[in-house]
């Protein structure tokens, strides 16, 4: 049986007054949520105050991305061992605002990948196609090929000390949801792609769904056999919405 992981996503939002507010709310609310584990990936700069403030919650932290170097001359980067030092447990990788905005590609999103492994971290590895790519009936091409990054450069085994994303690019901070069986049959595939290398990998995997994920649709969404929790961007901003996703678990 996979754990359910309903993970938010802050991006650039947020102020230390605001978080501090967000996460006195998550941290009273979090005893209603019994079925399914809550984390927050916060903006670096807020990354200490988060950990402060989590500390001793049931409420885990991530990051929203790393840079693929261990140090050096890599001016406004942050590494991945930067992050855990702070006890930091996930990192969300390729989002695609990363890849369209910072023209993140499979292969380095794939570096990523086993960057944050090695730091002791759980990456949060966001797969997904555009609105152009399902409309020309390649959605199950694209995130096949986002998959089989990783598991060429990395193999399956490794794949499986992680968590999938699979964010349709579409629904992303656009109101429009995936319904649920477009959702389901998206992660029913990328789980057969998974068990062409290792069917063990396939059935415990954490994939989630994100794009749109609210207090209204999640239930319908999270009973999909083969969702395993949420990426959620704007409904994890306010702490009722965010409990509200996790207690319909
Ligand atoms: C996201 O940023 O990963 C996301 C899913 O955003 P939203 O929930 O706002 O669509």
Not at 10 to 25: F, V
Not at 121 to 128: A, D, E, L, N, R
Not at 141 to 154: G, L, N
Not at 160 to 185: F, H, L, N, R
């Amino acid at each position: 049986m996979r754990n359910i992981l309903i993970a938010g996503n802050w991006k650039m939002n947020g102020s230390r007054a605001s978080i501090k507010e967000l996460l006195d709310g998550l941290k009273a609310g979090i005893d209603k949520v019994t079925n399914a584990k809550m984390a927050v990936c916060a903006p670096s700069i807020y990354l200490a105050d988060v950990a402060e403030q989590l500390a001793g919650s049931a409420i885990s932290w991530g990051a929203q991305d790393v840079s693929t170097e261990a140090s050096g001359a890599y001016t406004g980067e942050i590494s991945a061992s930067m992050i855990k030092e702070f006890g930091c447990k996930y990192t969300i990788i390729g989002h695609s605002e990363r890849r369209t905005y910072h023209g993140e590609t499979d292969e380095l999103v794939a570096k990523k990948f086993a960057v944050v492994l090695e730091a002791g971290m759980t990456p949060i590895f966001c797969i997904g196609e555009t609105l152009e790519e399902r409309e020309k009936g390649i959605t199950e091409e694209v995130v096949a090929r986002q998959v089989q990054a990783v598991i060429d450069m990395h193999g399956a085994a490794v794949l499986g000390k992680g968590v999938i994303a699979y964010e349709p690019v579409w629904a992303i901070g656009t109101g429009k949801t995936a319904s649920p069986e477009q959702a389901q049959d998206v992660h029913a595939f990328i789980r057969s792609v998974i068990a062409k290398a290792d069917a063990g990998v396939a059935e415990n995997i954490i994939i989630q769904y994100g794009g749109s994920m609210n207090a209204g649709n999640a239930k319908d969404l999270l009973s999909q056999p083969d969702i395993d929790g949420g990426l959620i961007g704007g409904a994890s901003l306010k702490a009722p919405d965010f409990l509200a996703i996790g207690t319909s678990a």
